[in-house]
């Protein structure tokens, strides 16, 4: 195999005369954590901080409230209270833990899906659980998940209850004075989009200047087009970037010396296995080994095999394949050969200073797990597996005539070669009139009518709705309309205020072509509940570790055998479990229904097969298509034919941001004989 080596310079962040203690000793702060500390309230309401990894940036998270708590003004008491927003639940388990020994004075809550399990709750109460839990927060911990269902209504829409307005996702927010955003980089247009909506509720709710929140945008790897937004919003905005030099003289370290081998090879197992050797000597050694690997099966399938191979080593695969109980970070500590995925690239501490590692589709995945390793004053060696020739050609040349290097300089020229992921800043504002416009509609729907009401006159009085986020929030406002008067034009049925409906079954049966109209809107706009995107997911029990977990059915039935399926449960939602063998070759011939593309006449038009999930703004089209052949062959005269012209007019513009999060899957379904 081809190859050659580079070494990477110590990497040290630069130190301030400014101390504070932490964990329980006394330490100079860094550039970020100073700011946040003595300059916190002169700070415009955005700001982005970029710090590599390792320089200890989330210490900095506290000190606006830690300030606050020890320089007390009168009546000012819990003045300022911080939210901060992470990725992963393993993430926040690592900072809660962290955060609660580092700084005792304060209350750190974290507030997870896991949380309100514990609690026993459900429906509208798991909601109230999560406004007591912000409430007694000093520091309250979360994910964008939560966040998301609870600014879109969810937990109302869940048994339509009618609550006051003291109950909505202002009484959330007015809880606290700052959020932040760490890792940002993992999220993508629309999800950025999600954040910044949060932005506008914000502004909408408080107009008071002193009511609105700062909110702070962290990552090792920036989008620079984040600020383009910001610029386009008319949005005051400062950027933090932490001093980082080779100098130790005044500084810390973040990292020692990193020899770093790059590797030419179209098969990371055979890479692996010439490292064998390597990592056993590591291991011999009492150091931990890290693995990093693209594709969740390639690890599932290396654990096999180095469970044979190491018998006597702890063995941790760090995916999203576990167990919702399991304590990863525990699990993690306890390794000594840790497998993951791109899991690796959320900011937990793996302890290690020899690793393996896939470079990840993106330049950016390239840079996070490359800062997993040596973190510290610690030297470490680093494997990288190139599988494209041309990109090992292009790397070797940039290399060549440099044996030693500093960190930026390194990560400059692996940047002309790994491509950095695309990001497409003028679709931020379409997605925002979107999910402006559902939350507005859910508020309408299943909340106080005076909440609603006054979001409505608020939008008006600031002059939200302006440009692309205008043109999207009154698309999907006419999108409903339509469909509101087909129902209203069907004798007998009634539409109430928002969008719920009495007469369900009356409107299936007396029109079954409305009745398919607003079923599917209804299921398309149901998507924006959930942060990430819908996947079927069903319970698992898997034979060959004898794990039970929550997974995604398509993964399942591409990769494992299915040795028996059960129907835990019907009703109010089906449950399944499956029980799962060894690896098969990977199967692509599943055939998925959706309920989120229009079916209206149409039944094929819900069926999509693998290779249609990567072709979604084309099989959009071809679907609109396909409904609008049908409707012009029947009566012109009719009111109904008016109205489906005119709506499937306007579902054309949907095809730009139709994707795998508007993707809704119903039932996946094979060969296999269990299904």
């Given at each position: 195999?081809?190859?050659?080596?580079?070494?990477?310079?110590?990497?040290?962040?630069?130190?301030?005369?400014?101390?504070?203690?932490?964990?329980?000793?006394?330490?100079?702060?860094h550039?970020?954590?100073?700011?946040?500390?003595?300059?916190?309230h002169?700070?415009?309401?955005?700001?982005?901080?970029?710090?590599?990894?390792?320089?200890?940036?989330?210490?900095?998270?506290?000190?606006?409230?830690?300030?606050?708590?020890?320089?007390?003004?009168?009546?000012?008491?819990?003045?300022?209270r911080?939210?901060?927003?992470?990725?992963?639940?393993?993430?926040?388990e690592e900072?809660?833990?962290?955060?609660?020994?580092?700084?005792?004075?304060?209350?750190i809550?974290?507030?997870?899906?896991?949380?309100l399990?514990?609690?026993?709750?459900?429906?509208?109460?798991?909601?109230?659980?999560?406004?007591?839990?912000?409430?007694?927060?000093?520091?309250?911990?979360?994910n964008?998940?939560?966040?998301?269902?609870?600014?879109?209504?969810?937990?109302?829409?869940?048994?339509?209850?009618?609550?006051?307005?003291?109950?909505?996702?202002g009484?959330?927010?007015?809880?606290?004075?700052?959020?932040?955003?760490?890792?940002?980089?993992?999220?993508n247009?629309?999800?950025?989009?999600n954040?910044?909506?949060?932005?506008?509720?914000?502004?909408?709710?408080?107009?008071?200047?002193?009511?609105?929140?700062?909110?702070?945008?962290?990552?090792?790897?920036p989008?620079?087009?984040?600020?383009?937004?910001?610029?386009?919003?008319?949005?005051t905005?400062?950027?933090?970037?932490?001093?980082?030099?080779?100098?130790?003289?005044?500084?810390?370290?973040?990292?020692?010396?990193?020899e770093?081998t790059?590797?030419?090879?179209?098969?990371?197992?055979?890479?692996?296995?010439s490292?064998?050797?390597q990592?056993?000597?590591?291991?011999?050694?009492?150091?931990?080994?890290?693995?990093?690997?693209?594709?969740?099966?390639?690890?599932?399938?290396?654990?096999?095999?180095?469970?044979?191979l190491?018998?006597?080593?702890?063995?941790?695969q760090?995916?999203?394949?576990?167990?919702?109980n399991?304590?990863?970070?525990?699990?993690?500590?306890?390794?000594?050969?840790?497998?993951?995925?791109?899991?690796?690239?959320?900011?937990?501490?793996?302890?290690?200073e020899?690793?393996?590692?896939?470079?990840?589709?993106?330049?950016?995945?390239?840079?996070?797990?490359?800062?997993?390793?040596?973190?510290?004053?610690?030297?470490?060696?680093?494997?990288?597996?190139?599988?494209?020739?041309?990109?090992?050609?292009?790397?070797?040349?940039?290399?060549?005539?440099?044996?030693?290097?500093?960190?930026?300089?390194?990560?400059?020229?692996?940047?002309?070669?790994?491509?950095?992921?695309?990001?497409y800043?003028?679709?931020?504002?379409?997605?925002?009139g979107?999910?402006?416009?559902?939350?507005?509609?859910?508020?309408?729907?299943?909340?106080?009518?005076?909440?609603?009401?006054?979001?409505?006159?608020?939008?008006?009085?600031?002059?939200?709705?302006?440009?692309?986020?205008?043109?999207?929030?009154?698309?999907?406002?006419?999108?409903?309309?339509?469909?509101?008067?087909?129902?209203?034009?069907?004798?007998?049925?009634?539409?109430?205020?928002?969008?719920?409906?009495?007469?369900?079954?009356?409107?299936?049966?007396?029109?079954?072509?409305?009745?398919?109209?607003?079923?599917?809107?209804?299921?398309?706009?149901?998507?924006?509940?959930?942060?990430?995107?819908?996947?079927?997911?069903?319970?698992?029990?898997?034979t060959?570790?004898?794990?039970?977990l929550?997974?995604?059915?398509?993964?399942?039935?591409?990769?494992?055998?299915i040795?028996?399926r059960?129907?835990?449960?019907?009703e109010?939602?089906?449950?399944?479990?499956?029980?799962?063998?060894?690896?098969?070759?990977?199967?692509?011939?599943?055939?998925?229904?959706?309920?989120?593309?229009?079916?209206?006449?149409?039944?094929?038009n819900n069926?999509?097969?693998?290779?249609?999930?990567?072709?979604?703004?084309?099989?959009?089209?071809?679907a609109?298509?396909?409904?609008?052949?049908?409707?012009?062959?029947?009566?012109?005269?009719?009111?109904?034919?008016?109205?489906?012209?005119?709506?499937?007019n306007?579902?054309?513009?949907?095809?730009?941001?139709?994707?795998?999060?508007?993707?809704?899957?119903?039932?996946?379904?094979?060969?296999?004989?269990?299904?």
């Amino acid at each position: 195999m081809k190859q050659f080596s580079v070494s990477i310079d110590a990497q040290y962040v630069a130190l301030t005369p400014d101390t504070e203690m932490i964990n329980g000793k006394l330490c100079h702060l860094h550039k970020v954590q100073q700011t946040m500390k003595n300059h916190y309230h002169q700070l415009p309401q955005f700001v982005i901080i970029t710090a590599p990894t390792g320089t200890g940036k989330s210490y900095a998270f506290p000190f606006p409230v830690l300030h606050a708590k020890l320089n007390p003004k009168p009546f000012d008491e819990n003045s300022v209270r911080g939210l901060i927003v992470l990725p992963t639940n393993a993430l926040i388990e690592e900072l809660t833990n962290s955060f609660t020994c580092t700084y005792p004075q304060l209350n750190i809550r974290k507030l997870n899906a896991k949380v309100l399990d514990e609690a026993e709750k459900t429906g509208i109460g798991r909601w109230e659980e999560a406004l007591n839990i912000a409430l007694q927060a000093d520091l309250l911990i979360t994910n964008p998940d939560i966040i998301n269902y609870a600014m879109h209504g969810g937990y109302y829409a869940i048994g339509n209850y009618k609550k006051q307005g003291s109950t909505n996702f202002g009484a959330f927010l007015e809880k606290f004075q700052y959020i932040i955003f760490d890792e940002y980089h993992l999220y993508n247009e629309a999800q950025i989009a999600n954040l910044l909506t949060i932005v506008k509720l914000n502004n909408l709710i408080f107009d008071a200047e002193n009511k609105k929140m700062k909110f702070f945008f962290v990552s090792a790897t920036p989008e620079p087009k984040l600020k383009t937004i910001f610029e386009q919003e008319n949005y005051t905005y400062q950027e933090i970037i932490e001093e980082i030099t080779n100098e130790p003289h005044n500084a810390r370290a973040i990292h020692g010396v990193l020899e770093t081998t790059f590797v030419y090879t179209p098969d990371v197992t055979e890479l692996i296995e010439s490292y064998l050797p390597q990592i056993s000597e590591q291991l011999a050694n009492n150091n931990k080994v890290l693995i990093i690997l693209d594709r969740l099966r390639d690890v599932q399938e290396l654990a096999n095999r180095f469970t044979r191979l190491f018998p006597n080593h702890t063995i941790y695969q760090s995916t999203g394949y576990i167990n919702k109980n399991e304590n990863h970070n525990q699990k993690i500590a306890q390794a000594h050969l840790i497998l993951a995925t791109n899991k690796a690239e959320v900011g937990v501490n793996y302890d290690v200073e020899y690793c393996i590692m896939q470079p990840g589709k993106f330049y950016q995945n390239f840079v996070q797990r490359f800062g997993r390793v040596a973190r510290g004053n610690k030297d470490g060696k680093v494997i990288v597996a190139i599988n494209k020739n041309t990109d090992f050609n292009k790397l070797e040349n940039l290399f060549k005539p440099t044996a030693t290097i500093n960190y930026y300089s390194f990560l400059e020229k692996v940047n002309q070669v790994l491509q950095p992921k695309s990001f497409y800043a003028e679709q931020i504002p379409c997605y925002w009139g979107e999910y402006l416009w559902c939350i507005v509609n859910n508020m309408r729907t299943y909340q106080d009518y005076n909440v609603f009401k006054y979001i409505d006159r608020r939008i008006k009085e600031t002059n939200t709705l302006e440009g692309k986020l205008a043109a999207r929030y009154m698309l999907f406002n006419d999108i409903n309309n339509t469909i509101r008067k087909m129902i209203q034009s069907v004798e007998g049925v009634e539409t109430p205020r928002g969008y719920m409906l009495n007469d369900y079954e009356k409107l299936q049966k007396y029109a079954p072509r409305v009745y398919q109209w607003y079923n599917w809107w209804k299921n398309y706009t149901k998507t924006y509940f959930t942060f990430r995107g819908g996947s079927l997911t069903v319970q698992i029990y898997d034979t060959t570790t004898q794990t039970e977990l929550d997974y995604s059915l398509e993964w399942i039935l591409q990769h494992r055998e299915i040795l028996s399926r059960t129907i835990i449960q019907k009703e109010p939602y089906p449950i399944e479990r499956y029980e799962i063998g060894d690896f098969i070759d990977q199967n692509k011939d599943l055939q998925y229904t959706v309920n989120t593309i229009p079916d209206v006449g149409i039944k094929g038009n819900n069926y999509l097969s693998y290779k249609d999930k990567f072709e979604l703004p084309l099989i959009w089209s071809k679907a609109i298509e396909r409904i609008y052949d049908k409707v012009s062959k029947t009566d012109a005269d009719t009111e109904l034919y008016q109205l489906q012209m005119e709506l499937l007019n306007k579902l054309e513009w949907l095809k730009t941001t139709f994707s795998l999060a508007r993707l809704n899957i119903t039932e996946i379904n094979t060969e296999n004989r269990f299904l």
